[in-house]
């Protein structure tokens, strides 16, 4: 199987309630396990930034769902290649929230402690993403559940 990455960033839009972000989780994560996508979705009150790997197919036939899904607008992708291996392979669908862990690594990557995406260059994304996995990964005490945005 030929194994592609997709990285996108998008905004949300007023009809994305930030109380559904489990549900939207729980569902990607059931979607992507059938279809042989892993990766991770950060949201952070106004941006959306989803990297997923799998199939060439699976990949675009999710991000063409993903693409009419009205909750999130302005959507533009950053990255889009073949790749030898899965960066995510453990994660069905990761989650990465606001975190003050955020702020260290979005000046490491970005110059600016807010996150940004859409001023990002896509080699800063992925490595920002990588990052991010590595403290998840760890445990990290500041990673924050999604309904602590609310």
């Given at each position: 199987m030929e194994l592609v990455r997709?990285?996108?960033v998008s905004s949300k839009t007023?009809?994305?309630?930030?109380?559904?972000?489990n549900n939207l989780l729980d569902t990607a994560r059931e979607n992507n396990e059938k279809r042989?996508?892993?990766?991770?979705?950060?949201?952070?009150?106004k941006f959306f930034l989803q990297y997923?790997?799998?199939?060439?197919?699976?990949?675009?036939?999710?991000?063409?769902?993903?693409c009419a899904d009205t909750r999130?607008?302005?959507?533009?992708?950053?990255?889009?290649?073949?790749?030898?291996?899965?960066?995510?392979?453990?994660?069905?669908?990761?989650y990465i929230g606001d975190t003050d862990v955020n702020e260290e690594i979005n000046l490491k990557y970005s110059g600016n402690i807010?996150?940004?995406?859409?001023k990002m260059?896509?080699?800063?994304?992925?490595?920002?993403?990588?990052?991010?996995?590595f403290f998840v990964e760890r445990g990290n005490p500041e990673h924050v559940d999604p309904l602590d945005l609310l």
């Open positions: 997709l990285i996108y007023e009809a994305f309630d930030y109380r559904e972000i042989g996508i892993t990766g991770t979705l950060c949201f952070s009150r997923l790997e799998g199939s060439r197919k699976s990949v675009g036939e999710t991000f063409a769902k993903i999130h607008n302005g959507i533009e992708i950053i990255d889009y290649q073949q790749i030898h291996k899965r960066e995510f392979s453990h994660w069905t669908m990761g807010e996150f940004e995406p859409y260059s896509p080699e800063s994304v992925l490595q920002w993403l990588l990052d991010m996995k």
